[in-house]
């Protein structure tokens, strides 16, 4: 469920969730727009038939989120893009899934960040003065959450090299108390986007909000 902010708060907009109790506010001149999903975590996605597919989208709730003058559904998970881009998501976790998820295994859902650092760290004690002035991949932000009603995961900020250049991703990943619910927001764009635009991508991060329903599993 969308809504927009009330007359008072002309300066943003509401992306809500009230089955879900998610809740998230984005700049009024962005776009967002539900989406179909479903995004598997620890299931092989060929292993899924066309029932049970149905299914697990009955499970998931996808917003795309896109800064440009158009939303493009196309172009959400372009990391190098010149606008803010990215997603809000909640997934109700297969047993299975459940089992493959932990609090650290959040880190990696976008981007190998675990491996990437370590990459980092060995191609710096190799070559420092190099590694330093061109780096793969740096960690900006890295913060552990804990909300009310016992949701936790962590948030973090990062750059990652493409063949593109730079690019800068904001990552909130959160799991409910049972671990069997999954909230995820990313957003991403260019570094040199992510210059211009990250106080509005943190605004937008720090909103993110999770008040845990009884709805079933």
């Given at each position: 469920m969308l809504s927009v902010g009330g007359c008072g708060s002309p300066s943003y907009r509401y992306v809500t969730n009230k089955k879900d109790g998610v809740f998230?506010?984005?700049?009024?001149?962005?776009?967002?727009?539900?989406?179909?999903?479903?995004?598997?975590?620890?299931?092989?996605?060929?292993?899924?038939?066309?029932?049970?597919?149905?299914?697990?989208?009955?499970r998931e709730w996808v917003v795309g989120i896109d800064a440009a003058a158009r939303f493009d559904a196309t172009q959400l998970l372009v990391p190098d893009a010149l606008q803010p881009k990215g997603f809000v998501q909640v997934r109700h976790l297969l047993p299975e899934e459940a089992n493959a998820v932990s609090t650290n295994s959040l880190r990696?859902?976008?981007?190998?960040?675990?491996?990437?650092?370590?990459?980092?760290?060995?191609?710096?004690?190799?070559?420092p003065y190099s590694?330093?002035?061109?780096?793969?991949?740096?960690?900006?932000?890295?913060?552990?959450?804990?909300?009310?009603?016992?949701?936790?995961?962590?948030?973090l900020v990062y750059q990652v090299r493409t063949d593109a250049g730079l690019v800068t991703i904001d990552q909130t990943s959160l799991l409910d108390t049972a671990q069997t619910?999954?909230?995820?927001?990313?957003?991403?764009?260019?570094?040199?986007?992510?210059?211009?635009?990250?106080?509005?991508?943190?605004?937008?991060?720090?909103?993110f909000t999770i008040e845990p329903t009884d709805r079933g599993q």
């Open positions: 998230l506010r984005v700049p009024n001149d962005w776009n967002h727009q539900e989406m179909p999903g479903p995004a598997l975590f620890g299931i092989d996605a060929r292993s899924v038939s066309p029932e049970m597919l149905q299914g697990l989208m009955s990696n859902l976008v981007v190998a960040v675990d491996d990437a650092e370590a990459d980092q760290e060995k191609a710096v004690r190799e070559n590694a330093r002035l061109t780096p793969n991949f740096l960690l900006l932000a890295d913060s552990p959450v804990r909300d009310r009603d016992g949701v936790h995961g962590v948030h619910v999954l909230y995820q927001l990313v957003l991403a764009c260019s570094s040199l986007c992510y210059a211009q635009h990250g106080q509005q991508i943190g605004d937008v991060a720090k909103s």
